[in-house]
């Protein structure tokens, strides 16, 4: 993948704060009583299908549904990285995606393990993924602080449906210092599986690649990352303990609270390498804040 994100630009996907099927305009009163109109995000109802399966409805944004339905399931357990896909289809008048497989596969007893997870809508996860994350040996991959540093400024200034209408969360692919994919959604967990479904249908690996999220640094968002096979993650809000404990026995490098100058990290801390001159680092500024940012910690 190399320089690719220089042959497509400086984002290879990113969002478009202006798409009409992602806010709507509404009415209504401030503090003080006076009419006010605001955008607000626009959710919608998709299910996913297995073949002829029928394994969840989850509440979108869905602007890029197909990326979605493989990357739910990649992170689920349900598909492999190198299984075959033979279709994704989308019908956008019943908020149906199918996702088609060779052969038929059945995953009643996994349903029936399934188990609610502290994402914001209907995360999930199965007990077996726990197993499948014993046997993970992450790459090596350096990270520097001044990707750190210049990769926050970047996203931060991005425009988004973040910084257009708020209440949603943001999960951007990074290659060193170069953000790649940017992807939005009501939960987080549906942002990062966006982006683990844009790796899948790209043949796009994860081993010298460097995740971030607009989120909690929660056991979901460690688990999703080591099934991506992506050594670092860096958010700008905070940890949870289980999310940090797994990050430590998977090998993950868990950066958190990355705003301006600042940032934590408490796991796989050897991977990364001080080669910026804090001098010259700017604290965030309110121009650059996102939207919400007091309440990221």
Request: proline share 4%; glycine share 10%.
């Given at each position: 993948?190399?320089?690719?994100?220089?042959?497509?630009?400086?984002?290879?996907?990113?969002?478009?704060?202006?798409?009409?099927?992602?806010?709507?305009?509404?009415?209504?009163?401030?503090?003080?009583?006076?009419?006010?109109?605001?955008?607000?995000?626009?959710?919608?109802?998709?299910?996913?299908?297995?073949?002829?399966?029928?394994?969840?409805?989850?509440?979108?944004?869905?602007?890029?549904?197909?990326?979605?339905?493989?990357?739910?399931l990649?992170n689920?357990?349900?598909?492999?990285?190198?299984?075959?896909?033979?279709?994704?289809?989308?019908?956008?008048?019943?908020?149906?995606?199918?996702?088609?497989?060779?052969e038929?596969?059945?995953?009643?007893?996994?349903?029936?393990?399934?188990?609610?997870?502290?994402?914001?809508?209907?995360?999930?996860?199965?007990?077996?993924l726990?197993?499948?994350?014993?046997?993970?040996?992450?790459?090596r991959?350096?990270?520097?602080?001044?990707?750190?540093?210049?990769?926050?400024?970047?996203?931060?200034?991005?425009?988004?449906?973040?910084?257009?209408?708020?209440?949603?969360h943001?999960?951007?692919?990074?290659?060193?210092?170069?953000?790649l994919?940017?992807?939005?959604?009501?939960?987080?967990?549906?942002?990062?599986?966006?982006?683990?479904?844009?790796?899948?249908?790209?043949?796009?690996?994860?081993?010298?690649?460097?995740?971030?999220?607009?989120?909690?640094?929660?056991?979901?968002?460690?688990?999703?990352?080591?099934?991506?096979g992506?050594?670092?993650?860096?958010?700008?809000?905070?940890?949870?303990?289980?999310?940090?404990?797994?990050?430590?026995?998977?090998?993950?490098?868990?950066?958190?609270?990355?705003?301006?100058?600042?940032?934590?990290?408490?796991?796989?801390?050897?991977?990364?390498?001080?080669?910026?001159?804090?001098?010259?680092?700017?604290?965030?500024?309110?121009?650059?804040?996102?939207?919400?940012?007091?309440?990221?910690?």
């Amino acid at each position: 993948m190399e320089d690719i994100a220089r042959l497509a630009g400086d984002w290879l996907v990113r969002p478009d704060p202006h798409d009409p099927r992602l806010t709507q305009r509404v009415t209504g009163i401030d503090e003080a009583g006076r009419p006010v109109e605001t955008s607000v995000t626009v959710e919608r109802a998709l299910t996913l299908y297995l073949n002829s399966r029928e394994i969840v409805t989850m509440m979108t944004i869905l602007d890029h549904p197909e990326w979605l339905a493989l990357g739910y399931l990649l992170n689920q357990n349900m598909l492999k990285p190198d299984d075959v896909v033979t279709g994704v289809d989308y019908d956008d008048d019943l908020g149906v995606v199918v996702v088609r497989t060779p052969e038929e596969t059945d995953f009643e007893e996994k349903l029936k393990k399934k188990t609610l997870t502290s994402g914001c809508a209907q995360g999930t996860a199965f007990g077996d993924l726990m197993e499948a994350l014993e046997t993970v040996q992450l790459p090596r991959t350096e990270v520097r602080t001044s990707w750190l540093y210049r990769l926050t400024s970047v996203i931060n200034t991005t425009p988004s449906l973040y910084l257009e209408a708020g209440a949603i969360h943001g999960c951007v692919l990074c290659e060193g210092d170069k953000p790649l994919v940017y992807m939005e959604d009501v939960g987080r967990h549906n942002a990062v599986d966006k982006v683990a479904g844009w790796m899948f249908a790209n043949g796009i690996s994860g081993g010298d690649k460097l995740f971030y999220t607009t989120g909690r640094l929660t056991s979901e968002m460690v688990i999703k990352t080591v099934r991506m096979g992506i050594p670092v993650l860096v958010s700008r809000s905070g940890f949870t303990a289980w999310g940090v404990e797994l990050a430590r026995k998977c090998g993950l490098t868990l950066i958190g609270r990355a705003k301006g100058k600042r940032f934590i990290a408490l796991s796989g801390q050897d991977r990364i390498i001080f080669d910026q001159d804090l001098a010259y680092v700017s604290d965030e500024s309110l121009k650059s804040r996102r939207k919400g940012g007091r309440d990221d910690e």
